[in-house]
């Protein structure tokens, strides 16, 4: 059974750094791609980051270049999601998904693996 644990979500003020994680079991963690997603209030769920299953592939949608990165690590079944110079707008709950194949994808019908999400609120 897939199960995917956030944390590391905080109240932070703009400009901020945060780390999230995510701590997965009940699957062969590299074998699959995961990614990082976030719903913010009043909002649709929105695709944040991806890595392929050996890490060398990373996804980053453009409005988050240059601020997010995610990363993994095999050995420890762990995902991480780096996030620099936050602002409010990135106030959400971020949640954690595991892709149904080695890469990941943009396409939220490609994940079969959900997480209980993570809050993150940014504000002064």
């Known amino acids: 059974q897939v199960q995917l644990v956030e944390s590391g979500g905080d109240l932070v003020q703009p400009g901020g750094s945060l780390r999230l994680v995510c701590r997965a079991s009940?699957?062969?963690?590299?074998?699959?791609?995961m990614s990082w997603a976030r719903r913010a209030p009043g909002k649709g769920l929105e695709w944040v980051s991806g890595?392929?299953?050996?890490?060398?592939?990373?996804y980053i949608p453009d409005a988050m270049e240059g601020r997010f990165s995610i990363s993994r690590n095999n050995a420890g079944n762990t995902v991480y999601l780096q996030m620099n110079n936050l602002k409010p707008e990135d106030t959400a709950l971020y949640y954690c998904?595991?892709?149904?194949?080695?890469?990941?994808?943009?396409?939220?019908?490609?994940?079969?693996?959900w997480g209980q999400g993570t809050q993150v609120t940014v504000s002064s």
């Open positions: 890595i392929s299953n050996d890490g060398f592939e990373t």
């Open positions: 998904a595991k892709s149904k194949h080695p890469r990941s994808y943009d396409d939220f019908n490609e994940y079969d693996g």
């Open positions: 009940g699957f062969t963690f590299s074998s699959y791609g």
